[in-house]
Structure formats: C-alpha cells, structure tokens
C-alpha cells in the first residue's frame, strides 16, 4: 500500500503519509479510509497529507475528482498538503477547491503542525500531548 494513515493527534489530525506510485485505485481507498476516520473524530478534524516521499501520481485531475467526497465538510477543519513539487500543489489547490475546503501548504510536517496549533486553540500542544500519553 503507497499510503499509511491514521492519527497523529488522536480524534482530531489524520495524517497520511505517501510513498512511491500512487494510482486512482490507491486514491479511492485512501478516500474512504479518510471519510472513516473524520466519521469518528470530534470536530474540527484537520487532514495532513505528507506527500514529500511520493514519486508517481495521476495527473488527470477529471479523473482524481471522481473520488472526492465532501459530505463531510461539516466535520473539517484545515487540509494541509506537505510538498515542494510546484505541480502537486496546483493539483492538490484545484482538487481541494472542489470540496470546499480550508487548505495550506507547508514544506515539512513540522511547519503544518506549528499552524494547526496556532490555528486551533482546541488542539493541545505538542508538550501537553507527551504528559497525556
């Protein structure tokens, strides 16, 4: 499987973590196993995807839009994609527009989460996760 999912902070921030060729059958799974875990998180749940280690992709943005579900908005909060290929971002900016949701780019994982915390006061921080754990 090209993908690994689940949660970086529990009930609220999936994180997806990509590798290698991704396909439209990849795409469509990784989909469903995201809409499962925003069904059972407390709102708002923000999505990470970490997209630095993906090396093939679909580029039919007709094609990847077949598989974008947005019953869920009410549920999100931010979408952060982590990439520095220009190409991704212009792709993952049309798709993400689709589903009407908040979306950011970051470089590193690091920089998505520093906004996620100054972005939601209701996340707890990095250090009060480790004395919770």
């Known amino acids: 499987m090209p993908y690994t999912i689940g949660w970086h902070i529990p009930d609220r921030v999936v ?15 990784m989909n469903l196993d995201t809409m499962a ?6 709102p708002p749940i923000h999505v990470v995807s970490d997209l630095l280690a993906m090396e093939r992709y679909p580029t039919s943005i007709q094609e990847i839009s077949k598989f974008i579900r947005n ?38 994982l690091d920089d998505a989460l520093i906004f996620l915390h100054d972005n939601d006061v209701t ?7 480790a004395t919770q754990t």
């Open 15 to 29: 994180l997806i973590t990509f590798e290698g060729t991704m396909t439209l059958d990849d795409i469509d799974h």
């Open 71 to 108: 019953d869920m908005k009410a549920r999100l909060g931010w979408t952060i994609v982590i990439t520095r290929n220009k190409l991704v971002r212009f792709m993952s900016a049309i798709i993400i527009q689709l589903t009407g949701a908040r979306l950011r780019f970051f470089d590193t």
């Open 37 to 42: 875990l925003v069904g059972q998180g407390v």
């Open 123 to 129: 996340l707890s921080r990095p250090s009060e996760q």
